[in-house]
Nanobody, 121 residues
Framework: QVQLVESGGGLVQPGGSLRLSCAAS????????IAWYCQAPGKQREFVAR???????NYAVSVKGRFTISRDTAKNTVHLQMNSLKPEDTAVYYC???????????????WGQGTQVTVSS
């Protein structure tokens, strides 16, 4: 089965930086797009950033200019560089992919387990 594994979360002071990584299993055949979402306690999961197979990127207004999403095709990995972090960025960050496991499979939604990001002094 397709698996997404996130890493890079942790505790950082306001104004600091973190880089999140999302590694996809080698069983994945085609990824249409991959994105990052976040969910804070008591809040709904919300969109953060997205990158397509053609490297087109989109960002939530709240993170535009501070976060950068990129992909490393050779390593089957997507990164989220988070700069100028604010306390309100504190949340669990989830990797999402719209992908198919084989050429004969339908595209489906896949989610990682999430990684905690805490921004506090």
């Amino acid at each position: 089965q397709v698996q997404l594994v996130e890493s890079g979360g942790g505790l950082v002071q306001p104004g600091g930086s973190l880089r999140l990584s999302c590694a996809a299993s080698e069983t994945i055949f085609t990824t249409n797009r991959i994105a990052w979402y976040c969910q804070a306690p008591g809040k709904q999961r919300e969109f953060v950033a997205r990158i397509t197979s053609s490297d087109i990127t989109n960002y939530a207004v709240s993170v535009k200019g501070r976060f950068t999403i990129s992909r490393d095709t050779a390593k089957n990995t997507v990164h989220l560089q988070m700069n100028s972090l604010k306390p309100e960025d504190t949340a669990v960050y989830y990797c999402y992919a719209l992908a198919r496991a084989t050429i004969s499979s339908s595209y489906a939604n896949y989610w990682g387990q999430g990684t905690q990001v805490t921004v506090s002094s």
